[in-house]
């Protein structure tokens, strides 16, 4: 028999503007490399994703420009607010990953930031740029979806 375990998942942060910024092919899942006054931080609910974005770097990925801010409590034992962090996957998925930001022009985003059995987890976007009439097809067509589900539930009551 298999067990399926459940996953506690708390999120920290998200990045909302990525969605609207980005259409996005793929996610990818992975670790981050952290110190304990960022740890602390993050379990108070103190990150910012806005303006970050992910980099292969001599074989290695790294989180930059995610603010975290600094833990009150620390001192002197505080931590850079925006420096980069490593981020934790297999070395084939890295050099898979920077084979296509290098060959097609995509980028990689944070969507999410969260807890997963205790441990931070970023959620990471391969993402190609949005133009701006893309944007605007886009809520063109959440503006008429919203309107046939208020018709179907006025029809319905």
Do not use: C, W
Request: proline share 3%; charged share 35%.
């Amino acid at each position: 028999m298999a067990s399926t375990r459940e996953t506690n998942q708390k999120n920290i942060a998200v990045n909302r503007r990525a969605r609207r910024e980005y259409f996005i092919d793929e996610s990818f899942e992975a670790g981050m490399v952290l110190l304990g006054s960022e740890v602390k931080s993050l379990r108070d609910g103190r990150a910012n994703l806005a303006d970050s974005y992910a980099r292969v770097d001599k074989g290695q990925l790294f989180l930059v420009n995610t603010h975290i801010s600094p833990y009150p409590a620390a001192n002197i034992f505080n931590h850079e607010p925006t420096r980069p962090r490593k981020l934790l996957l297999h070395k084939r998925e890295i050099s898979r990953l920077m084979g296509k930001v290098k060959e097609r022009g995509l980028t990689l985003i944070p969507l999410k930031l969260y807890f997963k059995d205790g441990r931070a987890k970023v959620e990471l976007g391969l993402a190609r740029g949005k133009k701006l009439y893309d944007k605007r097809a886009t809520v063109k067509e959440k503006m008429v979806r919203r309107e046939m589900e208020r018709s179907m539930k006025s029809r319905r009551s």
